[in-house]
């Protein structure tokens, strides 16, 4: 094991110990931010068994994935990202994990997908980031 892992390990046990409720920050910023999703016209990419660390959304069909992750960076410094191997161009996650699992860093992204998204012809009823926030209470 590289001892950069260890590190990393050590930091992450260390950011636990600090934060007694990351867990359930975890838990309330994941299942809000999937209620925000399932509530557009994305579509998760598991119906069960989620993460509250990540959330995964099909690649609307017709839409590039490297293009929307591209747009997101450039016009919003927003960094989400794609998978690979088999998963490769069909998804992306957005990270909810210990500092990206902040009430503001989740909306914001999600604002940005929406806006990249409506950029290349999706149509949403409601905001992501208004369904979230929503969610949360």
């Given at each position: ?42 579509e ?21 994935d ?21 998963l ?43 369904d ?5 209470k």
């Amino acid at each position: 094991m590289p001892i950069s892992d260890i590190y990393g390990l050590d930091q992450a046990v260390d950011n636990i110990l600090f934060d007694q409720e990351i867990l359930k920050r975890h838990a309330m910023i994941g299942k809000a931010t999937r209620k925000a999703i399932k509530n557009s016209p994305l579509e998760l990419y598991l119906q069960n068994g989620y993460s509250n660390t990540v959330s995964v959304i099909k690649v609307p069909n017709g839409l590039n994935d490297q293009e929307l992750l591209r747009k997101m960076r450039q016009d919003y410094q927003v960094m989400i990202t794609g998978s690979f191997d088999r998963l490769a161009g069909k998804v992306l996650r957005i990270g909810h994990m210990g500092e990206n699992a902040r009430t503001s860093k989740v909306a914001y992204s999600l604002y940005a997908l929406q806006k990249v998204l409506e950029e290349s012809g999706l149509k949403f009823k409601t905001s992501l980031q208004e369904d979230f926030l929503q969610a949360l209470k």
